[in-house]
C-alpha cells in the first residue's frame, strides 16, 4: 500500500480539497515513475487508479477539454476502465452521467478522436467534435462540487487510498 506521511496529509488539509486530493495523486505518480504505463499499473489498487484517473480528467478539462484528453492519450484510461462507476460509487453521481454521456461519444467516433493527427488537424477536431462543448460546460459548473464529494470520500475511506504513516 502507499504511505502518505500523516504531517502532509495534515498540511494539505489546511490549504484545501484540492491540496487534500494532490497528496494522494503525487504519491500515486511518484510510485509509478511519472508514467502510466501497462507494466506499472498493478502498483496502484482500483481506487488509487480511479482517483488518478480523475486528476488526469480534470487536468485535462481544465487544460483542453475532451478533444485534448482523448488525443494526449487518455481516453482508454478514462472511457475503457470503470472511471464512470467508481465516480458514481464515490458518491459523484453527476460527473458519472457525465463521463457516461462523453463515452458514447468516444465509443462512436473512437478511432478519428484517437488518430494521430498534425496541430492543425488536432484544432480542427475542437470544430468537428462540438458535441463535447455542452459536456465541457457541464463539467465546469459542477467540478467544485463534484471534487468536494470526491474529497469526502477519500476522507471517509482513506484506507482504500493509502495508508497514512507518522
Not at 487518455?74 to 462507476?85: D, L
Not at 460546460?137 to 470520500?153: G, H, I, K, P, V
Request: glycine share 6%; proline share 2%; hydrophobic share 40%.
Amino acid at each position: 500500500m502507499i504511505q502518505i506521511q500523516d504531517q502532509s496529509l495534515k498540511n494539505a488539509i489546511e490549504e484545501g480539497m484540492d491540496e487534500f486530493l494532490q497528496v494522494f495523486i503525487d504519491a500515486y505518480i511518484e510510485t509509478l515513475g511519472g508514467e502510466l504505463s501497462p507494466g506499472k499499473m498493478a502498483l496502484l489498487n482500483g481506487s488509487q487508479h480511479s482517483l488518478l484517473a480523475w486528476h488526469f480528467f480534470s487536468t485535462e478539462m481544465r487544460d483542453g477539454g475532451f478533444v485534448q484528453l482523448i488525443q494526449n492519450g487518455y481516453g482508454p484510461y478514462i472511457f475503457e476502465n470503470p472511471f464512470a462507476k467508481a465516480m458514481r460509487q464515490f458518491g459523484c453521481v453527476e460527473l458519472s452521467k457525465l463521463i457516461y454521456k462523453a463515452k458514447e461519444i468516444y465509443d462512436a467516433n473512437k478511432k478519428e478522436l484517437t488518430r494521430e493527427t498534425t496541430e492543425e488537424e488536432f484544432n480542427a477536431m475542437y470544430v468537428d467534435f462540438e458535441i463535447f462543448d455542452e459536456l465541457e460546460e457541464r463539467y465546469f459548473d459542477m467540478e467544485e462540487e463534484q471534487t468536494s464529494l470526491l474529497a469526502a470520500y477519500v476522507d471517509e475511506h482513506i484506507q482504500d487510498f493509502a495508508e497514512i504513516v507518522e
